[in-house]
């Protein structure tokens, strides 16, 4: 069996801006390898602008898009379960409504599972800008090997979501994206590692992430400090880290919410990300 096919899985809801999509379908539409298929939720109503980008696509590809509208706002998690289940391929790629794929990124990510078939997961690295994609301020690297990734998982995320391709006959076995509002990916991800799923990362970044001040401040908000812990409370819960690596996230999460924004910054730079 060869994966010469995949699907593309992503979720728009309304604070979304309209250019940033079109920018972010286009660079799936325009893979070296192409996706026959692109599934997007719409996580309740939406504004009209994003509703034409969207019904302007589904005109243009009617056989390659499939639009599942949501009447009301459910969450990242709960809108990428629903359209999961509505993809046809075994090979999902994820992908955010903001970010850029690399032309090549799906063709590399494939030829990883077509080398390994006991493969479940594969994601790459990422380079983040500001305003304009020429101007990379960071870049998040993540572990490549099975041993590294099962490590790094116990206090962080060894993923950068929007970049993951997996298959979805392993994800929906795992539970989904299950239950929880926020970092439902990092809760996830946990629970296909300890369930035996075979991961690797791509040494390269082949994501275009969208970054600005604002990821900063959400990043501080005591709404994603808390939802972080109890991410990581129910990863404790279920055996999958000890509890040190519980109070470290803890500890973290209360550190980056305590710090003035410089610290935070420099944080990020020199623990975090790869400047």
């Not at 500001?130 to 101007?135: I, K, L, R």
């Not at 490549?144 to 979501?161: A, G, L, M, V, Y």
Request: proline content about 4%; charged content about 30%.
């Amino acid at each position: 069996m060869t994966y010469k096919k995949y699907s593309v899985l992503m979720s728009v809801y309304k604070n979304e801006k309209p250019e940033f999509l079109r920018t972010s379908i286009e660079s799936m539409i325009n893979q070296s390898l192409k996706p026959n298929e692109i599934v997007i939720v719409k996580d309740g109503r939406l504004s009209d602008d994003l509703d034409y980008v969207i019904d302007n696509y589904k005109t243009q590809y009617p056989d390659q898009f499939n639009i599942i509208p949501l009447e009301k706002n459910v969450g990242l998690g709960k809108a990428l379960d629903k359209g999961l289940i509505e993809c046809r391929n075994e090979l999902v790629a994820r992908m955010d409504s903001d970010d850029i794929s690399l032309p090549n990124r799906c063709e590399k990510q494939v030829k990883v599972f077509e080398s390994d078939r006991g493969v479940s997961i594969v994601g790459t690295n990422i380079d983040e800008f500001y305003d304009e994609p020429s101007n990379i301020v960071s870049s998040r690297v993540v572990p490549t090997k099975q041993e590294d990734i099962e490590k790094f998982i116990k206090r962080r995320s060894p993923f950068n979501h929007p970049t993951v391709m997996f298959k979805k006959t392993d994800v929906i076995q795992c539970g989904g994206y299950g239950k929880l509002r926020r970092k439902q990916d990092l809760d996830l991800f946990s629970r296909m590692i300890n369930k035996g799923c075979k991961a690797s990362n791509i040494n390269e970044s082949l994501l275009l992430f969208r970054s600005n001040e604002d990821n900063f401040k959400r990043r501080k908000s005591w709404s994603y400090c808390i939802s972080y812990i109890k991410a990581q409370f129910t990863i404790w819960k279920r055996g999958h880290c000890n509890v040190i690596d519980l109070l470290y996230v803890v500890l973290g999460q209360m550190v980056m919410f305590l710090s003035p924004m410089w610290m935070l910054k420099w944080i990020s730079s020199n623990y975090l990300r790869k400047t």
